[in-house]
């Protein structure tokens, strides 16, 4: 499916930073704010995928800069948010991404190190990126902020426990956060994924998990085929926009139908 067209120049002026941005959604988010006029902070762990996504940006005439930052440690994050103001001059929309999985295993059997791990990114690393970005943008008067929760966010996922309760607490920092910066100008919201064509979906399904196909998936989700990044992406793109200039606080199901049952 295509990416729905966005305005070309609706985000002049405007600079954006995509966690997790070397590949699927964050890629995809990456370039959909560029197309829509925005520089863009392309931050990663991967520093070639990482700069791979900023070569496309400059390939489609876009502008953008890569910042290697592991999320989950304060000094990388500080830094990154340092960076955009230093190379743009102002930070107006951030889509905090970057997240990690665990090896599928019973709530019984599953590792410490692999929830702490998960937790850390995802988590840990969504509050710290929340908390620099919030502050740049109470000083420059408003704002826009998107966290990646998930579906597994909204409801259980058995053999997952790490991940679905790193997904549940992004959607908690998403609310908490919306509440205390409502009336300074900042939104604050979620996206929550179901299965996506994602590097993350395709790690899932080699590790044999409890839907070993992407078929299997795909036929999890009322509209029988799994989503794609650029479908995300338009949401995270819409959702930093003045068309949603009203909505703060909602973690937005992009998940097929998957949740209306």
């Known amino acids: 499916m295509k990416a729905a067209v966005l305005a070309s120049d609706q985000f002049d002026g405007k600079v954006a930073l995509v966690t997790g941005a070397g590949s699927g959604i964050g890629r995809a988010t990456a370039l959909a704010f560029a197309r829509s006029g925005a520089r863009v902070v392309v931050a990663d762990v991967a520093e070639a995928a990482g700069e791979e996504t900023v070569r496309r940006i400059e390939e489609a005439e876009g502008e953008a800069r890569f910042v290697r930052a592991d999320v989950a440690d304060e000094l990388q994050v500080a830094r990154l948010i340092d960076a955009c103001v230093e190379t743009f001059g102002r930070l107006d929309f951030a889509h905090n991404n970057a997240g990690i999985g665990a090896p599928p295993a019973a709530l019984h059997e599953a590792e410490l190190v692999d929830f702490e791990r998960v937790l850390s990114t995802n988590v840990l690393g969504v509050w710290l990126c929340l908390k620099h970005e919030a502050r740049i943008m109470l000083r420059q008067g408003g704002g826009a902020v998107v966290n990646t929760a998930s579906l597994a966010g ?68 009322p509209m029988g085929r799994i989503g794609t990044p650029e479908e995300v992406a338009d949401a995270v793109v819409w959702l930093c926009s003045d068309a949603a200039s009203f909505i703060t606080g909602i973690a937005l199901p992009i998940d097929g139908g998957t949740t209306a049952r």
């Open 154 to 221: 909204l409801i259980g996922f058995p053999m997952h426990v790490a991940y679905c309760t790193s997904k549940h607490a992004v959607i908690g920092i998403t609310r908490t956060a919306a509440l205390e910066y409502a009336r300074a100008g900042i939104r604050v919201n979620a996206v929550c994924p179901a299965f996506i064509q994602t590097p993350m979906v395709d790690r899932l399904v080699e590790a044999g998990g409890p839907r070993s196909s992407l078929e299997r998936l795909a036929n999890m989700q």
